[in-house]
């Protein structure tokens, strides 16, 4: 083989390797996630009360489905009367859209201090599980909250028909899933062992794990390398 030839063939297994691992993270699943203002309107025991409060979905793969946590950035509805520590408890349902429909239970843990009299209530994190049924693009928009305190309830329905706060790309778990409008609800002081951390925007770790496989197709590229240069020297 001349040295012209061999220089062709290194350059060419550099480029096919590079290429390969570029195709991999581009093949990575899509997902959107945004902070949308949800005007809330809410029947109390002593009459309607109305409030808008940003709302943040955010997801963390577990398992073969996702763990969600629904974040109210402010206040929503208020109490005559102050609400000792651990008197309000509070739940929502999270509607799906696109590929899956139903809904997704979600509750958090009681409040941690007491909210003073007339101030508006802040609620704590909200989670729970979502289990996809189907696979493609899953919405994920806040829906009818509850608020339980002193015995009474408090129901507040979004009514300005918000826009989804999230969007995944998902595929339904091997076997087919069947309770993914049905998901389990748990509080945010148990997240699920096992599961992974990332950075709350969607179903990241595919993409690292994608990441990892190009990164693979590249090292192996570079052995080849590495190899018909030695061959080439020994042959020398």
């Given amino acids: 083989m001349s040295y012209r030839t061999y220089q062709k063939r290194t350059a060419a297994l550099a480029s096919a390797a590079a290429l390969a691992g570029s195709a991999v993270l581009m093949a990575a699943p899509a997902a959107r996630a945004d902070v949308v203002d949800v005007n809330y309107q809410c029947k109390t025991p002593i009459g309607d009360k109305s409030a808008v409060s940003p709302i943040d979905i955010k997801s963390v793969k577990s398992g073969s489905g996702y763990r969600l946590t629904m974040t109210f950035e402010k206040g929503v509805s208020s109490s005559p009367v102050e609400l000792g520590k651990g008197a309000m408890n509070p739940s929502a349902v ?18 941690p201090a007491a909210i003073p009299a007339n101030t508006p209530i802040k609620i704590t994190d909200l989670t729970g599980t979502y289990t ?32 989804p706060s999230l969007t995944l790309t998902v595929a339904a778990a091997a076997g087919g899933g069947s309770t993914g409008g049905s998901g389990t609800t748990g ?14 925007t969607g179903p990241e770790d595919s993409a690292i794990a994608l990441g990892t496989l190009g990164g693979t ?10 190899w018909l240069t030695r061959r080439h020297q020994a042959r020398g």
């Fill in 94 to 111: 999270i509607k799906l859209g696109g590929a899956d429909s139903g809904t997704v239970a979600v509750k958090g843990p009681p409040n």
């Fill in 132 to 163: 996809p049924k189907g696979s493609g693009k899953v919405t994920f928009t806040a829906g009818v909250l509850t608020i339980k305190a002193l015995g009474t309830t408090t129901t507040c329905t979004p009514g300005n028909s918000p826009k």
């Fill in 217 to 226: 197709v590249l090292l192996a590229g570079a052995a080849g390398v590495l």
């Fill in 187 to 200: 509080s945010s002081q148990d997240a699920p062992a096992g599961g992974e951390d990332l950075p709350q």
